[in-house]
């Protein structure tokens, strides 16, 4: 498998070179680069690797920060792995994107890391994003979540995830878990209509004083709630 994989990049590297960071969406990129300007994040957590793009995206962005990524499908996971070697700063794993957090929670020290999360491992029939926050929220105080393939209130023009059994990446869906811990929930300021690529909505999860300083202040984004300090 490990040859087929090294043939496979010698022969397409053009071709999946060409897919896109962050679906092509440059208001995406702004958010993005907005925020590692303005919060220092200790380590930045993928899940949903696909071919690596996106993470070679954000090992060059977090150069000298730890970046782990898990791809459950086996092929997509050796593609993007002999893809990324060169960057020592990226760790891919072959697992479940929950299993994955738990890992990162596992490490020395990790409880006290402001952690930057990108979740995009939705699209089986097992969704684990509730989950994924669920986690998120029971291991860290100060954290930054971006959900891809998310509802944007009051604008259909951002594409966003539903699925056959009645689930659909919404403020609805995660309404459960976002009620049982105390975090902030922002939405992009730019219309669909500004935004370039796919236009896949997105929504922004954050807790902690310091991250959300910085997050309330970002003209990028738009507060939709901001949990109060009891």
């Not at 794993?93 to 020395?108: G, M």
């Not at 402001?114 to 986690?135: G, K, M, R, T």
Request: proline share 4%; aromatic share 12%; hydrophobic share 35%.
């Amino acid at each position: 498998m490990e040859q087929a994989v090294e043939a496979l990049l010698e022969r397409d590297a053009d071709y999946l070179s060409k897919f896109s960071v962050f679906n092509d969406q440059t208001e995406r990129k702004q958010i993005f680069e907005s925020l590692t300007k303005t919060i220092e994040f200790s380590i930045a957590v993928e899940t949903g690797t696909k071919w690596a793009n996106t993470t070679q995206y954000l090992a060059q962005k977090f150069s000298g920060v730890p970046v782990y990524s898990g791809e459950l499908v086996r092929e997509s996971f050796l593609i993007a792995r002999e893809r990324l070697k060169a960057f020592k700063n990226v760790t891919i794993l072959n697992c479940d994107s929950r299993d994955l957090i738990k890992t990162v929670v596992a490490l020395p020290n990790s409880k006290s890391e402001v952690p930057f999360f990108y979740l995009d491992a939705h699209w089986y029939d097992d969704l684990p994003l509730e989950e994924e926050i669920e986690l998120i929220c029971d291991n860290w105080g100060s954290f930054l979540i971006m959900v891809d393939d998310f509802k944007v209130p009051h604008d259909p023009g951002y594409g966003w995830d539903d699925y056959k059994n009645g689930k659909k990446l919404d403020l609805e869906y995660i309404g459960p878990v976002t009620s049982r811990h105390k975090v902030s929930i922002f939405f992009p300021t730019a219309p669909s209509d500004h935004e370039t690529g796919a236009k896949r909505g997105s929504v922004i999860i954050a807790r902690g004083q310091n991250v959300l300083e910085q997050v309330s202040g970002n003209t990028h984004l738009r507060e939709y709630f901001q949990a109060k300090e009891a």
